[in-house]
């Protein structure tokens, strides 16, 4: 059971992204994205990490392409269809592509990955709530704090550079 | 003998004029400089006779005279033993030489206030003059061949300016050129002979060189080049320089084209001083020619006997009288040279060396006469040639008396000097080598001949009527005739076997009447016919020309060797090896250098296409390089 | 750690959408279209942290948190790149990424 969901989800990832790159409509683009996300939250749920599953259709497939979404529909006619890249272009990527996947897969393929037989961490809100929080070792508040102020700095940002003379913007 | 220190002021004295008249002249009036030059030059005349008379005439010199070196410096050190020296030698030559060079200067000068009296370029005229007797000076009393030829090329400068110095008429300019590019040619061959020289001997002294029994050319015999000695190689190119100096055949296309240059320059320079430096230095080198080159010195003798010959032969035709007189300079070096050719080594032997050296100081001293004489015809009549005088014995009595005198002493009538110096010369010429003789023997009348044909056409001759009366020259101009005729006659009864010889020793010598008798009738000989052609007015010498026919046309164009050496430069040389030269310093040379720019233009070109702006390019970069990276450092470096 | 799923197997699935990602990246004309691929990337180097904190580190959350801040980047990121091609929309009125080539010498 879990081989095959794992097939299932891995299958509809990579379709889904070959074909988000390879559309010529924009906005079928950010429909084949939010599948290839949603299935990546499925593969969280299967490797049992529910938070991080939640985060990831909450902020990515909710926030993001949402955001994504409503930029195409500011910026562009939906209508219209992309040309076909140029062959240069086209030889530079799939040629960067092909040989990255074989060099990387070679090198994980040589190395053999043992897995751990330690005990595993039960997952849940409180150990997660505490862990963010704790300043002791495997303590996360200081990036969280960062975190923080980088999403101030970015929501100013934002704020700033599309604003218009006389209309604000609001996003995020 | 008291200290010869003050032998180094008579070249300074020169120099220092040369630098105060070129640099000051033009703030004062033009006859300070004149003056200034003058007295400079006679102050040099003063000092070179108090050394001549003290080296020459004081003192016990039963065992030969010794070569001095009273002041030397090291100018130029490369290594231990390559060091070039600056000094002054004093021995008999340039003792000898010294008196000459002064005195015809000294009268050179003195004309000029006169001759060039109301020209332009006075003052300059003056410092010229003042730096070529300077460069002369210096190069008779170089102590080693390195000295002699620095100012060697000094003198080819100063000639080159004074040549050139009517600087806005194109064949002053193109006279000037050519005498400088046809000694700086044989100046080449010069330097390389010193070069192997010294690499020899290893030194460049000339009192090394040239000191009897001396062991430093031991190393000279195994060295050969194409079958031939080093030594006479080297002798040979040192002889090739000296014969461009002294226009031997075939460098002798600049001499008459000289002629360009004032008169008072002609005499000074053609006649008396430059164009025996060749000479000199042959006989500065004679020891090691004699012993070390006997086939150099062969040589010597039959470009000097060829020379004479061929100048003689030209100069019987030629209508302008400054060319004439060129032709017979000419002549009278071939003379000089063919003397040394023949010449012996020590005593009786040296014959033809001290022959040689009494004829440079005879042949001075009324060559520089001829030319400040024709000169003063030049300024009255107000042209150069012959067929525009006539009569002028009438006008200008003292140019006429100096002129006559001049000519019957190169035309050797007895107990005048160039009698004694050119008879010296025969019977050397007589000891050694039969047909260099009969050469010089012919060559003896032709010069009569043409010496009188130049005398009777110009002072004798129809009597034109002329534009205006010619006048005689003012005294500044008739006083150094003057001097230099009193020279000429009595110049010959000089000592000079006593004091000028190959090996520094004096002999005794008596006349030999088998050669003199002989050389005075045919000398009359030349007299006589001159006389008949040319002292009143006929046309026989025209018919006699035409009768001639090519020949007389041939030698009348001086053997066309001008226009063979024009065709052989412009046709073949420019045409051959310098336009692909030239081609290849233009495109070849330049081409890589222009090659090297564009090429670095445009690969700069399409490296600037790598900062195109555009992302993705960057991001590709990016990741490949990224993936390159990794490649290289998992799978080569672990 | 699932049974019967070996770890290699995620990191392939993993790999290959990486370089969908970068390939989408070079080729796309588009600046919205590029987005979508940078977020691809950031989204298979999400699997691959969680992945080898699973198997690897089972007791340790720090891959879990690491991916938690990489979305939260990504959040921030997405934000002000709408922000800029916004601004670039109304300047040049088209987003093609070959007209924003200003760093060209």
Redesign the interface.
């Known amino acids: 059971m ?2 095959f969901m ?1 097939y299932l989800f ?1 299958g509809i ?2 379709i889904c ?2 074909l ?2 390879t559309t010529r409509r ?1 906005l079928r ?2 429909v084949y ?1 939010l599948c ?2 949603l299935s ?1 939250a499925g ?2 749920f ?4 529910q ?2 599953a939640a ?2 259709l909450t ?2 497939a909710g ?2 392409v949402v ?2 979404i ?3 529909l ?3 006619h939906i209508t219209h269809r ?2 076909h ?1 140029d062959l240069v ?2 030889i ?3 040629g ?6 074989g ?3 070679a ?3 040589s190395n053999s ?4 037989s ?4 039960p ?1 849940d809100m409180t ?2 709530g505490t ?2 929080l704790s300043t002791e070792k ?1 303590g ?1 508040v200081l ?1 969280f704090e960062l ?1 923080s102020i ?2 101030l ?3 100013i ?3 700033v ?2 604003k ?1 003379e006389k209309n604000k ?1 609001t ?2 | 003998m008291t200290g010869y220190n003050y032998t180094i002021l008579i070249p300074i004295i020169p120099l220092v004029m040369f630098l105060v008249t070129g640099l000051l002249g033009m703030k004062w009036k033009p006859i300070v400089s004149g003056l200034l030059g003058t007295v400079g030059m006679g102050s040099s005349w003063l000092l070179s006779i108090i050394t001549a008379a003290s080296y020459f005439f004081g003192g016990h010199h039963a065992e030969g005279f010794q070569t001095i070196i009273p002041f030397e410096m090291t100018w130029l050190r490369f290594t231990e033993s390559l060091v070039i020296k600056m000094g002054v030698l004093l021995d008999p030559i340039s003792v000898m030489m010294l008196v000459v060079i002064t005195t015809v200067s000294f009268m050179v000068h003195l004309y000029s206030i006169g001759y060039m009296h109301g020209e332009k370029g006075f003052q300059r005229f003056f410092a010229f003059l003042s730096l070529f007797t300077f460069s002369m000076l210096g190069l008779v009393i170089a102590t080693n061949i390195f000295q002699m030829y620095i100012f060697w090329e000094l003198v080819g400068v100063s000639s080159f300016l004074l040549i050139g110095f009517y600087y806005q008429k194109p064949s002053a300019v193109a006279a000037s050129k050519k005498a400088f590019i046809v000694t700086r040619f044989a100046d080449l061959g010069f330097l390389v002979g010193i070069l192997i020289l010294s690499f020899v001997t290893k030194t460049f002294d000339f009192a090394q060189l040239t000191q009897p029994g001396t062991t430093i050319f031991g190393s000279a015999a195994s060295m050969s080049f194409l079958g031939i000695s080093a030594m006479t190689w080297a002798m040979t190119l040192i002889f090739i320089g000296g014969a461009g100096k002294s226009a031997m055949f075939p460098l002798h296309i600049w001499l008459p084209d000289a002629m360009e240059g004032p008169t008072p320059v002609s005499a000074l320079i053609h006649a008396a001083t430059m164009v025996v430096a060749g000479v000199y230095l042959v006989a500065r080198m004679f020891p090691v020619i004699h012993f070390q080159a006997p086939a150099a010195q062969e040589i010597v003798g039959y470009v000097g006997g060829f020379t004479s010959l061929f100048a003689a032969v030209i100069a019987i035709t030629q209508y302008d009288i400054k060319r004439v007189l060129a032709f017979s300079t000419l002549s009278q070096l071939g003379y000089m040279m063919l003397s040394l050719g023949v010449s012996g080594y020590g005593g009786e032997e040296g014959l033809g060396y001290m022959a040689s050296m009494f004829h440079l100081f005879t042949h001075a001293m009324f060559k520089a006469l001829l030319f400040l004489g024709a000169g003063s015809i030049i300024h009255a009549v107000h042209s150069n040639y012959m067929y525009d005088m006539g009569g002028l014995r009438k006008y200008m009595p003292i140019t006429h008396i100096t002129f006559l005198i001049a000519c019957l002493t190169i035309a050797g009538v007895p107990f005048l000097s160039g009698f004694f110096s050119k008879d010296e010369i025969l019977v050397a010429a007589l000891h050694h080598n039969k047909l260099l003789f009969a050469i010089e023997f012919i060559v003896a009348g032709l010069t009569a001949f043409y010496m009188f044909r130049l005398y009777f056409s110009v002072f004798w001759g129809k009597d034109r009527h002329y534009h205006h009366t010619p006048h005689e020259s003012p005294l500044v101009m008739t006083i150094p005739l003057m001097f230099l005729a009193f020279a000429s006659i009595f110049a010959g009864y000089l000592p000079f076997t006593e004091l000028v010889t190959s090996d520094k020793v004096g002999f005794e010598s008596e006349m030999n009447y088998m050669v003199a008798i002989p050389s005075i009738l045919i000398g009359f000989l030349g007299i006589a016919v001159a006389w008949i052609l040319y002292k009143k007015e006929s046309d026989i010498p025209a018919k006699l020309a035409k009768s001639w026919g090519i020949l007389y046309t041939a030698t009348y164009n001086k053997f066309y060797f001008d226009e063979i050496y024009l065709f052989v430069t412009r046709k073949i040389i420019f045409n051959y090896i310098s336009r692909p030269i030239a081609w290849f310093d233009r495109h070849i040379v330049d081409g890589f250098m222009v090659g090297i720019g564009t090429v670095t233009e445009k690969a700069s070109y399409k490296i600037k296409g790598m900062q195109s702006g555009q992302l993705q390019h960057y991001a590709f970069a990016f990741v490949a390089g990224a993936l390159a990276l990794a490649l290289f450092m998992i799978y080569y470096l672990m | 750690m699932i049974q019967g799923i070996p770890l290699e197997h995620f990191l392939v699935v993993s790999t290959i959408m990486f370089f969908i990602g970068v390939c989408g990246f070079i080729i796309r004309r588009n600046l919205i279209t590029m987005l979508m691929a940078v977020e691809l990337i950031l989204n298979s180097v999400n699997i691959n942290f969680v992945v080898f904190n699973r198997y690897l580190y089972p007791d340790q959350l720090q891959g879990q948190f690491f991916s938690l801040f990489i979305v939260g980047i990504a959040a921030a990121e997405a934000s002000v790149a709408i922000a800029l091609i916004i601004n670039i929309y109304r300047k040049l009125k088209n987003i093609e990424v070959e007209n924003v080539s200003e760093l060209k010498f």
Do not use: C, D, R, W
């Not at chain 1, 299967?46 to 990490?49: G, I, K, S, T």
């Not at chain 1, 990955?113 to 751990?116: I, S, T």
């Not at chain 1, 330690?118 to 961490?121: A, N, S």
């Open positions: 879990n081989v794992f891995s990832i990579l992204s070959l988000t790159i924009i683009a950010a994205l290839v996300l990546t593969l969280y299967m490797l049992n990490y938070f991080m985060v990831q902020l990515y926030g993001i955001l994504i409503f930029s195409i500011l910026t562009h992309f040309k890249p272009k086209l530079m990527g799939v960067t592509g092909v040989i990255g996947i060099l990387v897969l090198t994980i393929f990955f043992q897995p751990a330690v005990q595993e961490l997952v150990v997660i862990q963010l495997n996360y990036p975190i980088l999403l700095a970015a929501m940002a934002a704020i550079i599309a218009k913007n996003e995020i």
